[in-house]
């Protein structure tokens, strides 16, 4: 374990079973059809890797990146468009793909913009939530774990664009960020 992490949240074998029972819910789900996975960089790309590769049916993969945080570890509700998608979507299966569901202003920004491109079904699949920090009414049909409201990094997660290349999720010590 890293000397920074006070605990782990999710071990490397929770993470690879999370998305193997997710990946398994969507290929049934999504059968003979087409969808979109769209990628909400950067804390997804780990778990957007091992996700699609149980997913046994044909899918397209995009990016977008926005912004809610800046730098800390709380959130400011202010939601920027850094990297737009490429392709329309008009008409098509969505599925977002994001490592952790928070108070839910991120992704309840991305969905209205989806919807306003006329996409025909959109759905969120999360490796992480925090249903206490909600604060807009939004939910994920495909969740990995509930967690409690603490800070967590790895597996995608930064604190300062750092550790998202731990292989699990972990509790930061709190002498890292109040140093
Ligand atoms: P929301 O808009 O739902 O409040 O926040 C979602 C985004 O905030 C996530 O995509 C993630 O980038 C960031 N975030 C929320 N909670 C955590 C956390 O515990 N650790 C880290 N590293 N980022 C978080
Ligand atoms: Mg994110
Ligand atoms: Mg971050």
């Known amino acids: 374990m890293h000397n920074d992490i006070e605990s782990i949240v999710l071990t490397k074998e929770q993470i690879e079973a ?13 059968e ?5 996975c769209v990628g909400i960089l950067k804390g997804s ?9 149980h997913i046994d049916t044909h899918v397209e993969m995009e990016f977008m990146d926005v912004s809610s945080y800046h730098g800390g570890t709380e959130s400011t509700g202010e939601v920027k468009i850094l ?7 008009e008409g098509r299966d969505i599925i977002i793909i994001e490592d ?3 108070t839910g202003t991120t992704l309840n920004a991305i969905v209205d913009l989806l919807k306003y491109r006329k996409a025909n079904s959109i759905e969120i699949v999360t490796l992480l939530d925090k249903p206490m920090r909600r604060k807009v009414d939004i939910e994920a ?6 967690i409690p409201d603490d800070f967590v ?12 290349n731990l292989p699990y999720i ?10």
Do not use: N
């Not at 972990?170 to 140093?179: A, D, H, I, M, P």
């Open 18 to 30: 999370a998305c193997e029972r997710l990946g398994k819910e969507i290929t049934a789900d999504y």
């Open 32 to 36: 003979g059809k087409l969808p979109l």
């Open 45 to 53: 790309i780990l778990f957007m890797a091992d996700l699609i590769k």
């Open 83 to 89: 990297k737009d998608l490429d392709v329309s979507v």
């Open 100 to 102: 952790i569901l928070e």
């Open 141 to 146: 049909k495909y969740v990995g774990e509930k």
């Open 153 to 164: 990094v790895g597996y995608g997660l930064d604190y300062q664009e750092k550790y998202r």
């Open 170 to 179: 972990g509790l930061l010590k709190e002498e890292v960020y109040t140093k």
